[in-house]
């Protein structure tokens, strides 16, 4: 393939960039902007790599273009049908790496969008940036989030943000995110008593009084969902107690649980909540928090019919608005109060063996967002 979008997502491929190991890719990409005339900054913390690149005045209407270099482990090798690293397109027209999908087609879709964009109206409107890390897929402490602060502290202008994470289900644009839920983790020791099973009565078994509340939170409706999102959920992610002795009452069982919740609640209603139902029974507990996303919501609006507006002109068919799946970087960029959307590739394949993507997908999703960016600033 020829094709510039291809050629640029098989390069960011072959760089073995696990998280929160860059491997290159931000260098490339710099290289590519700096030749647009963009002001590039690097802000790295740590092991994280983060670029803010800009083209136009900062007090200009600002569209963000947001993505991660980095990529989940590639698993078991010798089970992928080509080198994972390889950039291998088969037969059939489907590029195959890990991270060809999540996400550096749509990182190359995006600048290859803005290269040409750029050429064709070098006087353009607004103001194009990039907001790129390479701590997306492990903990997503020292990327976006640590960015956006800066940003923020700043007044830095930002009005629209296309984040290029995979969002589409059957076909390429049948779905754009328009939100994410909320995600909340409780970490929970239970306390007991350790001895012998044989002795019950000089022990306590924290698995036992735990069974009840554990029975109440599964049954426990936490809301009712609204327009944009379904009712709130709580998974239970890990329970752990005991020994290894088939003889021994444990002393304490570690539970974990996750709520992914929709903007009907905040995390301290959660905590409040869950916090009644503990103490409504005779358990001794250590319990911890971890937020690791707010809810946020772009409603319809010029970005979204901007991004309707170019999928139906290259795809022929209508988008989705949507807000199901995890989360992504968008949860930290809807902070500063622009309209936020994911659109990207197919997410059939991500995280997983032969992770792969369609080529003639990659070349689409690029006029999508040049069409986008015509839209808004041409």
Same mark, same amino acid.
């Given at each position: 393939?020829?094709?510039?979008?291809?050629?640029?997502?098989?390069?960011?491929?072959?760089?073995? =960039?696990? =998280?929160?190991?860059? %491997?290159?890719?931000?260098?490339?990409?710099?290289?590519?902007?700096?030749?647009?005339?963009?002001?590039?900054?690097?802000?790295?913390?740590?092991?994280?790599?983060?670029?803010?690149?800009?083209?136009? #005045?900062?007090?200009?209407?600002?569209?963000?273009?947001?993505?991660?270099? $980095?990529?989940?482990?590639?698993?078991?090798?010798?089970?992928?049908?080509?080198?994972?690293?390889?950039?291998?397109?088969?037969?059939?027209?489907?590029?195959?790496?890990?991270?060809?999908?999540?996400?550096?087609?749509?990182? %190359?879709?995006?600048?290859? %969008?803005?290269?040409?964009?750029?050429?064709?109206?070098?006087?353009?409107?607004?103001?194009?940036?990039?907001?790129?890390? =390479?701590?997306?897929?492990?903990?997503?402490?020292?990327?976006?989030?640590?960015?956006?602060?800066?940003?923020?502290?700043?007044?830095?202008?930002?009005?629209?943000?296309?984040?290029?994470?995979?969002?589409?289900?059957?076909?390429?644009? $049948?779905?754009?995110?328009?939100?994410?839920?909320?995600?909340?983790?409780?970490?929970?020791?239970?306390?007991?008593?350790?001895?012998?099973?044989?002795?019950?009565?000089?022990?306590?078994?924290?698995?036992?009084?735990?069974?009840?509340?554990?029975?109440?939170?599964?049954?426990? #409706?936490?809301? #009712?969902?609204?327009?944009?999102?379904?009712?709130?959920?709580?998974?239970?992610? @890990?329970?752990?107690?005991?020994?290894?002795?088939?003889?021994?009452?444990?002393?304490?069982?570690?539970?974990?649980? @996750?709520?992914?919740?929709? =903007?009907?609640?905040?995390?301290?209603?959660? !905590?409040?909540?869950?916090?009644?139902?503990?103490? !409504?029974?005779?358990?001794?507990?250590?319990?911890?928090?971890?937020?690791?996303?707010?809810?946020?919501?772009?409603?319809? +609006?010029?970005?979204?019919?901007?991004?309707?507006?170019?999928?139906?002109?290259?795809?022929?068919?209508?988008?989705?608005?949507?807000?199901?799946? +995890?989360?992504?970087?968008?949860?930290?960029?809807?902070?500063?109060?622009?309209?936020?959307?994911?659109?990207?590739?197919?997410?059939?394949?991500?995280? !997983?063996?032969?992770?792969?993507?369609?080529? !003639?997908?990659?070349?689409?999703?690029?006029?999508?967002?040049?069409?986008?960016?015509?839209?808004?600033?041409?």
């Amino acid at each position: 393939m020829t094709e510039a979008v291809i050629e640029l997502t098989k390069q960011l491929i072959t760089k073995s =960039s696990i =998280s929160p190991n860059d %491997a290159g890719c931000q260098a490339l990409i710099i290289e590519r902007l700096n030749a647009l005339g963009f002001c590039c900054e690097e802000i790295n913390i740590g092991q994280t790599k983060n670029l803010w690149a800009y083209h136009g #005045q900062a007090e200009d209407e600002t569209l963000i273009f947001a993505g991660h270099t $980095d990529v989940v482990p590639v698993g078991d090798e010798s089970q992928w049908l080509y080198p994972p690293f390889s950039a291998t397109i088969d037969a059939h027209g489907q590029l195959y790496g890990r991270g060809a999908a999540d996400m550096k087609s749509g990182l %190359a879709a995006m600048i290859c %969008a803005a290269e040409d964009f750029i050429k064709q109206n070098p006087q353009h409107r607004g103001r194009i940036a990039f907001l790129i890390t =390479s701590d997306e897929e492990a903990d997503a402490t020292d990327g976006t989030v640590k960015v956006v602060e800066q940003l923020m502290a700043r007044h830095e202008r930002v009005d629209y943000c296309i984040v290029g994470e995979p969002s589409s289900d059957k076909q390429l644009g $049948d779905q754009i995110k328009n939100g994410r839920r909320g995600s909340l983790t409780a970490n929970l020791v239970v306390h007991g008593i350790q001895g012998h099973v044989a002795y019950p009565h000089l022990a306590e078994n924290p698995i036992h009084t735990f069974a009840p509340v554990l029975n109440e939170l599964c049954l426990t #409706q936490w809301d #009712q969902g609204n327009d944009y999102f379904p009712q709130t959920t709580m998974q239970v992610a @890990n329970i752990n107690a005991g020994t290894g002795a088939e003889n021994v009452i444990p002393g304490d069982l570690k539970v974990q649980f @996750n709520f992914r919740y929709s =903007s009907e609640l905040t995390d301290a209603m959660i !905590k409040q909540r869950v916090c009644a139902i503990l103490d !409504k029974h005779p358990l001794n507990y250590t319990l911890n928090w971890r937020l690791s996303g707010k809810p946020f919501l772009t409603r319809q +609006g010029t970005l979204t019919d901007a991004a309707a507006l170019a999928i139906k002109t290259l795809t022929q068919q209508e988008t989705q608005l949507s807000t199901s799946g +995890g989360t992504s970087d968008g949860r930290f960029i809807a902070q500063m109060g622009c309209q936020v959307i994911e659109l990207g590739p197919l997410n059939a394949t991500i995280h !997983k063996i032969n992770e792969h993507v369609a080529v !003639k997908d990659i070349i689409i999703l690029k006029q999508i967002y040049q069409a986008i960016l015509v839209k808004l600033f041409g």
